[in-house]
C-alpha cells in the first residue's frame, strides 16, 4: 500500500478558492492512479475526480466541472485538486485515494486513503 497524507484544507469564503494536496510515499508513485473523493456529514463519501498514472484519463464529478482541477506532480510524488468558485454545498472533509486499478470512480476499487482534510465554505 501506499500511505497519502492530505494537506490544503480551510475556511474559504463563498466563491473563494484552495488547493488541496495529497503527498504519497511507500509505492512507486507513477505506478498508481490517484483519485479525491469527499464526505460531508451525514452524507456518504462521493467522487470528485480521478487522474491516471501519465496525467491522462482524467474524469470529474459532474457537480465540480469547471470548477475544480486535479493533477499531479510524479517527481514530487503529489496530486492536487485546485477548487475554485467554492460554494456552501462543497463543505466536506476531503481523501486522496490510491489504486493500481485504473482512473476509477468507485470507491471501492481505491486501497489506500488519506485521513482526510476539511473544508468550509462560508457564506
Known amino acids: 500500500q501506499v500511505q497519502l497524507v492530505e494537506s490544503g484544507g480551510g475556511l474559504v469564503q463563498a466563491g473563494g478558492s484552495l488547493t488541496l494536496s495529497c503527498a504519497a510515499s511507500?509505492?512507486?508513485?507513477?505506478?498508481?492512479?490517484m483519485g479525491w473523493f469527499r464526505q460531508a456529514p451525514g452524507k456518504e463519501r462521493e467522487f470528485v475526480a480521478s487522474i491516471g498514472r501519465s496525467s491522462n484519463n482524467i474524469y470529474y464529478a459532474d457537480f465540480v466541472k469547471g470548477r475544480f482541477t486535479i493533477s499531479r506532480d510524479n517527481a514530487k510524488n503529489t496530486v492536487y485538486l485546485q477548487m475554485n468558485s467554492l460554494q456552501p454545498e462543497d463543505p466536506a472533509v476531503y481523501y486522496c485515494a490510491a489504486t493500481r486499478i485504473g482512473s476509477s470512480l468507485m470507491s471501492r476499487e481505491y486501497d489506500s486513503w488519506g485521513q482526510g482534510t476539511p473544508v468550509t465554505v462560508s457564506s
Open positions: 511507500g509505492r512507486n508513485f507513477i505506478s498508481i492512479y
